[in-house]
């Protein structure tokens, strides 16, 4: 990985130097625009309205227009700001995790110390750990302020950025003025179906099948290309739209919990464990009879 970033954690009167990371990385399929027509890849230039010219991004300054003036900002406007120059990730507090709504959280960064900060580092680390709260921190990156919750994954921190107030946007929804009567029945099957869904997240356990399918498509064309059927490569599956005409809530629940009472459930090591008792069962009610075996073995002998 390539660090995007330099900072330094303060952490009280405790100083921790670090390299920031992106934590994350898209898996999408990489695709362009072309024309349809004849295929040629689709371009998009920066001209400038006043004089028509191609401007090469090099040659890009921001602005600012607040409909009668237009103010100009250089990079070296930009880079005069006291937070771009600073370079301190300000643990601003220590707060209950459960406090951090997930609704805020953008963008993940890694945290890699300097070898020669690796115990403060780690100090900060088990802070968190054994307090179990998560820091809020305060930084400038990318010419902008950032507020950010500072945690720990496995043995690495880990750097989360947090959305601003006025950049959570508030539901208004006046549907929900209404509150409609829900059945203690409804209730109770709505229940059932929660409980045959019920597990441990694993998201290992799931894919992204769009872009699996993408994928396929690509392969696909490159070895047949426009002679490709893809109603035979994607053709609908017998299940697709079988719930549909489903308009009865009760109908709907009650035909949810049947189908997944249908689906055989995976086989797991725990199912293996009657057999090992009822082996253990036996093997005790023999050593409980000892008594009838040595007879039998007696005559057995008798009778050679």
């Not at 549907?175 to 441990?200: H, N």
């Not at 490709?228 to 919990?257: C, N, P, Y």
């Not at 459930?265 to 009610?285: D, L």
């Amino acid at each position: 990985m390539r660090s995007i970033w330099k900072g330094a954690i303060s952490f009280g009167l405790v100083s921790v130097p670090v390299k920031v990371y992106s934590a994350t990385e898209s898996h999408d399929v990489p695709l362009h625009q072309v024309h349809a027509k004849d295929g040629g890849r689709i371009r998009y230039q920066r001209r400038c309205e006043v004089c028509g010219e191609v401007v090469a991004y090099g040659d890009i300054d921001k602005a600012y227009d607040d409909g009668e003036q237009t103010v100009v900002l250089t990079e070296k406007d930009l880079k005069s700001l006291p937070a771009e120059r600073n370079h301190e990730i300000e643990v601003v507090e220590f707060v209950p995790a459960e406090q951090v709504d997930l609704l805020r959280l953008d963008k993940s960064y890694y945290l890699e110390p300097e070898g020669k900060t690796l115990k403060q580092y780690t100090l900060l680390r088990r802070a968190l750990e054994d307090s179990d709260r998560t820091a809020i921190v305060r930084f400038a990156l990318r010419q902008k302020t950032r507020l950010a919750a500072l945690r720990v994954r496995g043995d690495v921190l880990l750097l989360q950025t947090l959305l601003w107030d006025d950049e959570v946007r508030s539901p208004a929804f006046d549907v929900l003025k209404e509150t409609p009567r829900i059945s203690e029945k409804e209730r109770d099957m709505a229940a059932q179906l929660v409980e045959s869904l019920a597990g441990d997240f694993d998201s290992s356990a799931f894919t992204d099948d769009y872009q699996e399918q993408l994928r396929t498509l690509v392969e696909a064309k490159l070895k047949e290309g426009d002679a490709l059927d893809t109603d035979a490569t994607f053709g609908q599956s017998e299940d697709d739209g079988e719930d549909a005409e489903v308009v009865d809530l009760m109908e709907a629940l009650k035909r949810s919990i049947d189908k997944k009472k249908a689906t055989p459930a995976k086989k797991s090591t725990p199912a293996k464990a009657p057999a090992k008792k009822a082996a253990a069962k036996k093997t005790a009610a023999a050593k409980k009879a000892p008594a009838k075996k040595a007879p039998a073995k007696k005559k057995a002998k008798k009778a050679s």
